[in-house]
């Protein structure tokens, strides 16, 4: 684990981890050693227990790709 905050203002949180691995790595176009940053992101209706989001971010420099888990 890299970091993780929770925002009393948002409701909101994350989680930051590196990781390295192979599907990601060619997917991201990156040497198979390169460390890549992954956050969750967490919706504050998560943490309400109402509903859950997420969105899944892996980042390298400028490079990144996202996906958005949702549902009630």
Known sequence: MDRKSYSYET????ISYFLTDSVLNNYMEVDQDTQLRMIVHIRHHTIE???FGYTVDIRHGKNSHAEIISGK
């Open 11 to 14: 409701g909101s949180a994350y």
């Open 49 to 51: 227990n109402k509903a």
